[in-house]
Structures are given as structure tokens and as C-alpha cells.
């Protein structure tokens, strides 16, 4: 049974950090490109940032501007979304994503993120 299982989320400040985690598991972790979405209130889902596993290319929403990195470890199975400065517009929920290039694609449950003003 495939899992992903976001983590890391909470309320914030405007200019506060976070750093989310997606844990994996019943798939070949290394063979997967993953990814972070999110979902604002009454907004579609949108790619924040996606890490392929071959050539390492970074994939960035136009909103990141610097202020988002993503990093993997393929001996923990887990992803990791790395957040500063973060502003209200921000404020979302947050979804692990995990393809692997082929038909398989594969969504967490999502972690809420609330940024304060």
C-alpha cells in the first residue's frame, strides 16, 4: 500500500519558517520525482516545487521568489519543503507528490499551513 504522509505543518507569523516533511512508503522512493502543491482557500492546486530525481532540475512555482527549497533523502524515503519568509498569501494547504515519470502518480492527505498577519 502506497503512503505519503505530510507533516510539519502549523500557524506562523508573516516572516516565520516552516519546514514540512513527506514521509514515503510501498514505493521505490529513488525512482519517484517529488513534489510539493498547495491549495489556497478557493484556489486551484499549484506546484510550489518539484525536485526530479535523474538530473536533479528544480521545478519552482512563480510565487517561491528564493524563499522556498525542497531537498530529498532517499535513505529516509522523505521529502522536505523548506519555508522562510513566509507571507499570508501563503496560507494553505500543502500536498506531497510523487511520480515516477511513467502512470503512477500518488497524492498525500495534505498539511494545513496558516501564516498570520
Known amino acids: 500500500q502506497v503512503k505519503l504522509e505530510e507533516s510539519g505543518g502549523g500557524v506562523v507569523h508573516a516572516g516565520g519558517s516552516l519546514r514540512l516533511s513527506c514521509t514515503t512508503s510501498g514505493i521505490v522512493f529513488s525512482g519517484y520525482a517529488m513534489s510539493w502543491y498547495r491549495q489556497r482557500p478557493g484556489q486551484k492546486r499549484e506546484l510550489v516545487v518539484g525536485?526530479?530525481?535523474?538530473?536533479?532540475?528544480?521545478e519552482y512555482g512563480d510565487f517561491v521568489k528564493g524563499r522556498f527549497t525542497i531537498d530529498r533523502d532517499d535513505t529516509q524515503n522523505t521529502v522536505y519543503l523548506e519555508m522562510k519568509g513566509l507571507e499570508p498569501d501563503d496560507t494553505a494547504v500543502y500536498y506531497c507528490h510523487a511520480w515516477n515519470y511513467a502512470t503512477f502518480i500518488y497524492w498525500g492527505q495534505g498539511t494545513q499551513v496558516t501564516v498570520s498577519e
Open positions: 525536485l526530479r530525481r535523474a538530473d536533479g532540475e528544480i
